[in-house]
């Protein structure tokens, strides 16, 4: 017998212990498969149950903010009526002290409506029931609008509401409801927060689709560390004005997500103590929101 042919059982041996190891590491590697896969499964099983969770926690949230903002209306509209009678004097005259106690009355009741609203309009978007009804209009009008409801409340002589005139801007169509409550938002905010000077609101093509539009103020300025907060619910950034004001720190998060809505974005450029320019860019004609492609 040759040395090849002595050689050859030990090979077919050594063959056959090779498949079996490797056999052996493929059911090890089956094993840990199967195990990983059912971890898979588990972790997905829990992710799901978690985004149901998450899902009711947020519709519950929803639910009881349309009902205590419904809720609330009756009571703020009689405070508010109750408060129109006396300063129309249809109950006799008013003392100057008494007027400017009424006065006040119907101040802080006009400013718990607004935050009803703002909780109300929350409530709608995370909901996903507010409705774009896109249409064609004139930015012209829009600033005229805007312009008229704002006149009323300049109550502070050191302080001017300037609408540029749009350029080379054509007819828009998207929902100017929704762009007018993002602009009034910007607005009062401006106003708000600014002690003298001017609040400048402008818009212009970003590009052929796209248009700006900018509310710049003199007020006193955001610290770059709360540029990203602003824009979240029920935040306000701490200030001494700000200490003096009420509001529920909904406006600019509303704002952003109704710019998402209109197919756009929101943005901030501030420094503190040298004022503000908060804009929103949109597109210049809404195909589908994002909430109808839902």
Not at 231 to 244: A, E, G, H, L, Y
């Amino acid at each position: 017998m040759t040395q090849q042919q002595e050689a050859a059982p030990a090979t077919f041996d050594e063959a056959v212990a090779a498949l079996a190891a490797s056999r052996r590491e493929i059911e090890e590697l089956r094993a840990e498969l199967e195990e990983t896969n059912r971890g898979v499964v588990a972790l997905y099983g829990e992710l799901d149950s978690q985004a149901d969770r998450l899902r009711e926690a947020t519709e519950l949230k929803s639910r009881f903010l349309a009902y205590m903002s419904h809720e609330f209306r009756t009571p703020i509209n009689s405070i508010r009526s109750i408060a129109r009678l006396l300063t129309d004097r249809l109950d006799g005259p008013l003392t100057e002290e008494q007027e400017r106690q009424v006065n006040f009355i119907q101040d802080t009741a006009t400013e718990f409506a607004a935050m009803v609203d703002d909780l109300l309009d929350l409530a709608r978007v995370e909901a996903g029931r507010v409705e774009i009804s896109p249409a064609w209009f004139e930015m012209v009008d829009l600033f005229t609008a805007l312009r008229g409801m704002f006149k009323p409340v300049l109550t502070n002589p050191d302080v001017v509401l300037v609408f540029e005139q749009p350029a080379d801007i054509p007819k828009l169509y998207t929902d100017h409801h929704k762009l007018s409550q993002i602009l009034r938002n910007y607005i009062s905010n401006a106003l708000k927060f600014t002690q003298q000077g001017e609040v400048r609101v402008s818009a212009h093509r970003t590009d052929a689709d796209m248009v700006t539009f900018s509310v710049r103020d003199t007020g006193i300025g955001i610290a770059p560390e709360y540029h990203d907060a602003v824009f979240q619910d029920f935040t306000q950034v701490d200030s001494p004005i700000q200490k003096r004001l009420r509001g529920t720190g909904l406006g600019l998060s509303l704002s952003k997500r109704l710019a998402i809505l209109l197919g756009g974005s929101v943005a901030l450029e501030s420094e503190l103590g040298k004022g503000s320019t908060f804009s929103v860019t949109i597109p210049a004609q809404l195909t589908t929101s994002p909430l109808q492609e839902g």
